[in-house]
Structures are given as C-alpha cells and as structure tokens.
C-alpha cells in the first residue's frame, strides 16, 4: 500500500478515536472547583458527606476483596482438574448476566417483601447503611470476571508443569498458591484489579438498586448532585468525583505497597512442607458461583409472570447493543492495523477509570452541541466503554498472529489491504465473535450515558429496571430484568454457534 494512504488511514483511525474519547477532556474540567478552599469547606459541610464515604469505601473493599478471595480459593482447589474447565465452560453465561439484572435477581430475592421474606417472614432485612450487601452481590458477580482473566492466565502449559512438579515434591496446595500461582497471577490481574475497583467506586445503577438509601454511596450521592440545576449542588458534584479519583489512587497504591511488603518479607521456598490444606471451601465456591447465576434467573423468570417489556424498549436495548458491538469491532480491528501502537494503552483509560465523570463529560459535550436526547448521541456515549473492552479480547489474539504468514504475502506482492482483509482479520474470526458477544453485553449495561445522553426518550432495560427498582411492581421489574438477561445470552448463544460452526469448516487448518 503506498505510504499516504497508511497516513491516510491511520489518521482516520484516530480522527473516529478522539470522537469517542472526547469526553475524557471536559471530565478533566471536573479539577477547576478544587483549587477553591470554600468549595470544599461547601462540600464538607453536606451532613450526607461522611456516611456516603463509608458506604462507598466499605462496599467496594468488600467487593473487590471478595472478588479476589473467591477466585483465588477456586484456582487452589481447581486448577488444573478436570473440575477447572467445567467451571470454566460456564463462565461465559456468567458473564453475559448484566449486573443490573443480577442486581434485580437479588433484590427480589432477599429484599424485604422479596421471595425468601415470603416463605420464611421472620427472615427480616436488616438495615444496611455501609453497603454490604451491594459489595457481596458485587463480589459474587465481579468473582466471575477475574475467574475469566485467571482463565486466559494459567492456560500456559509451562505453568502447569511447575505446578506437578511442585506438588510431586511434597508441597501443599496452600504453598503452590503462595509460591507459584499468586507471583503469576496477581500482576497479570493487576489492570483487571484496578478495573474492578474504578467501577465499584463508581457504580450508580446497582447501588441504587441495592441501596443504602439515605444517604447513598459517594457516586450514587455526585449524580444527585450533577443532575440539580444549583451551582452549589454542580460543585460538590464535582468534587465528589474528584475525591472517587482519589480513593482510587489510594487503594492502587495501598495494594501496590501490600503487594511488596508480602514479596519482602515472605521471599520463597525454604524447602519446608507442610500438609495438604482443604479443598472443600474452594470447590464449595466453584458450585455457588454458577449457581447465583441459575438461582437470579429461575427468580426472575417466577416473578416475571405474563408482565411483559415494552416492545420499544427491548427494541432500543438490542439495536444500540447490536450496533455498538458491530462499531465497535470495525473500529477496533481498524485500529489494530493502521492505529499508532503507542496510543493504544491510553484506549484503557475508561476502564480504569471511575465512569461518573467520563458520563458527566460525554453530557456537557451533548448539551454543548443540543445533541441529547437522540439515538446516535446514546450510541455515542455506549462506545466509549464497549471498544475497551473489545481490545481488551481482540489486541491479544491479534498480537499471536504469526508474522511469518505477513512476510510470505508481503513476498508474493500483497498489499496490506489484502493482508488485512484474507489473513489477519480470518486469523482473528473467533476472538472477533468473542469480543462482539461482550461489547454486546456491555452495551446492554449501561446506564449512565443513556440516562443522560437520552435524556428519558431512549429508555433501556436497564434504566427502566433501575427506575421500577424503588416502586412495588415486581413483576414488571423482574420482566425488565428477564429480558436483560435474555438479549446478552441469546447473542453469546449465537456467537458460540457461529465459533463452533467456523471451527468444524476450518478443520484443516489446525
């Protein structure tokens, strides 16, 4: 191809990037009201202030702390088994539960008023002010996505190998845990981590659904806030965000510093062995996780009854999924072969960043530009958080292409076109529907860019299940659900038929 056609596309692929990332530099703005001491002293003296830092630190160490726990008692009493890849080949129905729908499954089931309250009324809720309950739906739901990083992980075959050779010397499974699995594990967990902790610091839709209430959680208290007309509200709005940018820090380099200080003072091996610990805590996790899933579902569909969901709203879910998902992928391969590598990590900022201001800066840029309100804007605001995650599948396997394949094309006079077109993106067609069936499902979740981007005339599942969460009518809400549920898995159905179906015709090439 020649030059200033690459430069050509190049500059496109960055042109379609920074429309999408746009918002990250009014969410930068949100720094103007901390360089004035009154407006803090205006934030301090909010009575909700106090109890809302708690809640939100509270609930979201207990779910990212809950999150690692749990996967790191199944990979000790699992991995490798046989026990490990059937816990693995459930994980994708796991995933493709939105949190909003988990959310719902919960509330409806432990809620006061909810199913278990029916059958046994002395089960009474107790009052959760500090969030614990949101941080144990949230550990169980994020539970399966840090499975699924540790997955991709510990698929290395010399990893394994340690392992056997490890245990045939006598040591115990807590040691190969400590020694081996968690030096390999926790820095390639590490982006996945933090991750978990930006959305957890920041998640408004569950936390509503979940409460506390009075006073909410920081995030949940900062969208109050940003959506008043008062100037005052707007500042401590932003300051609120300001300081979830903080906590996040905080907790990146407090578990940094943990991280050390476990390396410093407990090195290595020194050749004692101790006994075989108990499996049975890890493979009693391995059966609840799944079967969260299975029990929100089965409470969903009871509930549900003939409530059926507004056919507009179903019909809005899935053509802004669809879309975004199939944006999304051409965006991302696009940027894989002709977008500057360097730039690339800069792409992972919406992951590992709270959302509340990146939602914030994606609405002043449609206010600005009287876009609010409109379909495409919404699909707008889903991109910059669906083409993350599809780079986050796709860049890897795009990577393991063997460059010998692009030589010998090259030699025969191939252009890059060419290349791209009928060897690199065949090469990648399994990760590709991998990635689409997640974008699909991450679109379906969001909530933020589509309350405010729609500004309530593009409703979604998810923003009518967080709407009907505080009423009494559960059968519309578990319908609401139900369907969020559905679309997710129906489209990860679909792609796994098509990878399967790929993979019979192309037996050839293995």
Same mark, same amino acid.
């Given at each position: 191809?020649?030059?200033?056609?690459?430069?050509?596309?190049?500059?496109?692929?960055?042109?379609?990037?920074?429309?999408?990332?746009?918002?990250?530099?009014?969410?930068?703005?949100?720094?103007?009201?901390?360089?004035?001491?009154?407006?803090?002293?205006? %934030?301090?003296?909010?009575?909700?202030?106090?109890?809302?830092?708690?809640?939100?630190?509270? =609930? $979201?160490?207990?779910?990212?702390?809950?999150?690692?726990?749990?996967?790191?008692?199944?990979?000790?009493?699992?991995?490798?088994?046989?026990?490990?890849?059937?816990?693995?080949?459930?994980?994708?129905?796991?995933?493709?539960?939105?949190?909003?729908?988990?959310?719902?499954?919960?509330?409806?089931?432990?809620?006061?008023?909810?199913?278990?309250?029916?059958?046994?009324?002395?089960?009474?809720?107790?009052?959760?002010?500090? /969030?614990?309950?949101?941080?144990?739906?949230?550990?169980?739901?994020?539970?399966?996505?840090?499975?699924?990083? $540790?997955?991709?992980?510990? @698929?290395?075959?010399? %990893?394994?190998?340690?392992? !056997?050779?490890?245990?045939?010397? @006598?040591?115990?499974?807590?040691?190969?845990?400590?020694?081996?699995?968690?030096?390999?594990?926790?820095?390639?967990?590490?982006?996945?981590?933090?991750?978990?902790?930006?959305? +957890?610091?920041?998640?408004?839709?569950?936390?509503?659904?979940?409460?506390? /209430?009075?006073?909410?959680?920081?995030?949940?208290?900062?969208?109050?806030?940003?959506?008043?007309?008062?100037?005052?509200?707007?500042?401590?709005?932003?300051?609120?965000?300001?300081?979830?940018?903080?906590?996040?820090?905080?907790?990146?380099?407090?578990?940094?510093?943990?991280?050390?200080?476990?390396?410093?003072?407990?090195?290595?091996?020194?050749?004692?062995?101790?006994?075989?610990?108990?499996?049975?805590?890890?493979?009693?996790?391995?059966?609840?996780?799944?079967?969260?899933?299975?029990?929100?579902?089965?409470?969903?569909?009871?509930?549900?009854?003939?409530?059926?969901?507004?056919?507009?709203?179903?019909?809005?879910?899935?053509?802004?999924?669809?879309?975004? =998902?199939?944006?999304?992928?051409?965006?991302?391969?696009?940027?894989?072969?002709? @977008?500057? @590598?360097?730039? +690339?990590?800069?792409?992972?900022?919406?992951?590992?960043?709270?959302?509340?201001?990146?939602?914030?800066?994606?609405?002043?840029?449609?206010?600005? /530009?009287?876009?609010?309100?409109?379909?495409?804007?919404?699909?707008?605001?889903?991109?910059?958080?669906?083409?993350?995650?599809?780079?986050? !599948?796709?860049?890897?396997?795009?990577?393991?292409?063997?460059?010998?394949?692009?030589?010998?094309?090259?030699?025969?006079?191939?252009?890059?076109?060419?290349?791209?077109?009928?060897?690199?993106?065949?090469?990648?067609?399994?990760?590709?529907? $991998?990635?689409?069936?997640?974008?699909?499902?991450?679109?379906?979740? &969001?909530?933020?860019?589509?309350?405010?981007?729609?500004? /309530?005339?593009?409703?979604?599942?998810?923003?009518?299940?967080?709407?009907?969460?505080?009423?009494?009518?559960?059968?519309?809400?578990?319908?609401?659900?139900?369907? &969020?549920?559905?679309?997710?898995?129906?489209?990860?159905?679909? +792609?796994?038929?098509?990878?399967?179906? !790929?993979?019979?015709?192309?037996?050839?090439?293995?």
């Amino acid at each position: 191809m020649a030059t200033p056609l690459r430069y050509t596309l190049s500059a496109l692929c960055c042109g379609a990037m920074l429309i999408i990332y746009l918002p990250l530099f009014p969410a930068a703005g949100f720094l103007r009201p901390a360089f004035t001491p009154e407006n803090w002293r205006l %934030l301090a003296d909010d009575p909700q202030l106090s109890q809302a830092l708690s809640a939100t630190l509270i =609930s $979201s160490l207990i779910a990212v702390g809950g999150a690692l726990t749990l996967t790191l008692l199944m990979v000790a009493a699992l991995w490798p088994s046989p026990g490990w890849q059937r816990l693995t080949a459930r994980l994708p129905l796991l995933l493709a539960l939105p949190h909003v729908a988990f959310a719902t499954g919960a509330l409806l089931l432990f809620a006061e008023g909810g199913v278990i309250y029916r059958f046994i009324p002395v089960m009474h809720a107790i009052p959760d002010r500090y /969030g614990i309950g949101l941080g144990l739906v949230l550990a169980v739901k994020e539970s399966a996505f840090l499975l699924w990083v $540790s997955w991709a992980v510990l @698929g290395e075959k010399q %990893l394994s190998e340690q392992l !056997i050779v490890m245990r045939s010397l @006598g040591y115990g499974r807590g040691q190969c845990l400590r020694y081996l699995i968690l030096p390999t594990l926790l820095p390639a967990l590490s982006v996945a981590l933090l991750a978990t902790t930006a959305w +957890t610091l920041s998640v408004v839709d569950v936390a509503i659904i979940l409460g506390p /209430g009075n006073p909410p959680t920081l995030a949940v208290l900062a969208w109050q806030w940003l959506n008043q007309g008062d100037d005052h509200a707007q500042i401590k709005g932003q300051l609120s965000c300001m300081i979830l940018l903080v906590l996040l820090a905080a907790l990146a380099l407090s578990a940094c510093g943990l991280w050390r200080a476990w390396q410093y003072f407990f090195p290595g091996l020194h050749g004692r062995r101790r006994a075989q610990t108990s499996r049975l805590s890890g493979k009693l996790v391995s059966e609840v996780i799944p079967l969260s899933g299975v029990l929100c579902t089965l409470t969903l569909v009871l509930l549900a009854h003939a409530a059926l969901a507004d056919a507009l709203i179903v019909s809005n879910s899935f053509w802004l999924a669809l879309w975004a =998902s199939l944006l999304g992928a051409v965006l991302c391969l696009l940027w894989l072969e002709w @977008g500057p @590598g360097a730039l +690339t990590r800069c792409l992972w900022l919406p992951l590992i960043l709270p959302a509340l201001p990146l939602a914030a800066g994606q609405y002043e840029i449609a206010l600005y /530009g009287w876009l609010d309100g409109q379909f495409t804007t919404v699909l707008w605001g889903h991109l910059l958080w669906v083409i993350p995650w599809m780079l986050f !599948i796709l860049r890897p396997a795009w990577q393991r292409i063997d460059p010998r394949q692009v030589l010998i094309a090259r030699t025969l006079g191939w252009h890059q076109t060419r290349i791209f077109v009928q060897i690199k993106c065949p090469l990648v067609l399994k990760p590709l529907l $991998s990635a689409l069936a997640v974008g699909f499902s991450v679109s379906i979740a &969001q909530y933020l860019p589509t309350q405010w981007l729609g500004a /309530g005339r593009v409703p979604t599942l998810t923003a009518e299940a967080v709407a009907l969460s505080s009423g009494g009518a559960s059968a519309q809400l578990a319908a609401q659900g139900l369907w &969020q549920l559905i679309l997710p898995v129906l489209f990860f159905t679909l +792609t796994a038929l098509l990878a399967r179906t !790929i993979g019979h015709f192309r037996q050839g090439l293995r």
